[in-house]
């Protein structure tokens, strides 16, 4: 899986999919949590705690939401494949993506999503290798589809143990396979995949195995389902047995430590780095996040700046849910929080200013590419201002730690 944090997959595959996290002590920042003779909590500290694991509940409700109106949409296609049928189909998984990745902030320090049993590897893990599922170019014959003698049985069980086996490219389950099983390899320069919906007809269709085919992308959008119902779950306040609600009762420093590292990671880290800089130094159209809807901008990389916004400014989709850390910092030290959300700001107008498709923005010679590198160093900031936030704060963090 590329990710600046190495995650270990989820290994469950029961229709109950349940996070032993979720009723665990939250983990502490990567550095020890508090600075030695840092003051006790605030109320103020206590109450960006309780806000921000509010805000996080809140963004699973909402990605659980988008991803039951995919499924229901992609039951519908397998019951009556048809191009109108594919094409609702693909629109509610767009429509779906950007709940699910304005919750990327709160990956990177250990919680419910990425702890070694989290479901993260299993939910949004990438560059996929096309052919671990299904036929590609030249191969008609290859993936788990087309394998019957060697992948009998297409379950949950059988596609969460194959996720990652033997490589960080073979994956099997996640937003991307059904990406994937939706568009298509994209071997189109200036558009997403073209997959026709007759690969899942079964008298007269096209490629082979059809059954198969719809089995798989019918169950593993149901396991991305009751994955994101079990990260709900895992936040639920009100609970006292949750990870959010044992994250509020516990230690504000050590909480802030690891919200902060979410934050200054995702924005400064993963996206900056492995998410653009990547493609960028490489050129290569395979770094691209959402590469077979061509979704990438501008919808995956702006999002993960909106993810980030709505830590530091509590809201989601416009709405206020809690104080953020904005609150927090401006009380600390005014000039800093101004600096955090003209950072975001800049952060958020350089992602937006990249034209689609990004693969084609991060070529030579493509009016892009100069828009991607502006983006690439924006975003980059995020992760140094969160770190003198962190400073001000009286918590460590280290951005690089995995």
């Known amino acids: 899986m590329r990710s600046f944090a190495r995650l270990v997959p989820l290994l469950a595959g029961c229709a109950a999919v349940v996070f032993a996290c979720s009723s665990t002590t939250p983990a502490g920042d990567a550095d020890g949590g508090t600075d030695a003779g840092a003051t006790p909590p605030t109320a103020l500290e206590q109450e960006a705690v309780k806000g921000y694991a509010t ?68 939910l949004n893990a990438w560059p996929l290798d096309e052919g671990y599922i299904d036929y590609v170019k030249g191969n008609e014959n290859a993936g788990i589809i087309n394998d019957s003698a060697k992948y009998p049985d297409i379950t949950k069980t059988a596609l969460v143990e194959l996720n990652e086996k033997d490589g960080e490219k073979n994956i099997s389950t996640g937003w991307h396979a059904i990406e994937f099983l939706l568009w298509g390899q994209d071997e189109n320069a200036n558009g997403p995949g073209n997959r026709p919906f007759t690969d899942y007809v079964e008298t007269g269709g ?31 306040l009100d609970d006292a047995t949750s990870y959010g609600a044992k994250l509020v009762a516990g230690d504000a420093k050590t909480a802030l430590g690891n919200i902060l590292k979410g934050i200054g990671a995702l924005g400064g880290v993963e996206l900056s780095r492995e998410r653009m800089n990547n493609a960028y130094e490489t050129k290569d159209p395979e770094e691209e996040h959402s590469c077979f809807s061509d979704t990438t901008v501008p919808i995956d990389h702006l999002n993960d700046v909106v993810s980030v916004e709505n830590v530091y400014t509590g809201t989601l989709n416009g709405k206020s849910i809690s104080p953020g850390l904005s609150k927090l910092v401006a009380a600390k030290d005014a000039a800093l929080d101004t600096k955090m959300k003209a950072t975001l700001k800049k952060s958020h107008d350089a992602v937006a200013a990249i034209p689609a498709p990004f693969d084609t923005a991060i070529l030579d010679g493509s009016p892009g590419r100069e828009k991607v590198k502006a983006a690439i160093d924006a975003t980059k900031e995020i992760g140094t201002v969160t770190v003198e936030i962190s400073t001000a704060l009286g918590v460590k963090i280290n951005l690089e730690d995995e």
């Open 55 to 122: 805000l996080v509940h809140e963004s699973y409700v909402a990605s659980v939401a988008g991803a039951k109106t995919m499924k229901t949409a992609i039951d519908a296609f397998v019951a009556a494949p048809s191009q109108a049928t594919l094409d609702a189909a693909k629109k509610a998984w767009i429509e779906a993506r950007p709940a699910y990745i304005q919750t990327e902030a709160f990956r990177f320090y250990g919680g419910p999503i990425d702890a070694d049993d989290g479901p993260e590897g299993a």
């Open 206 to 236: 096209t490629a082979k195995n059809q059954a198969r085919r719809k089995a798989y992308l019918k169950v593993c959008t149901e396991l991305l389902v009751e994955q994101l119902e079990g990260l709900e779950k895992a936040w639920k």
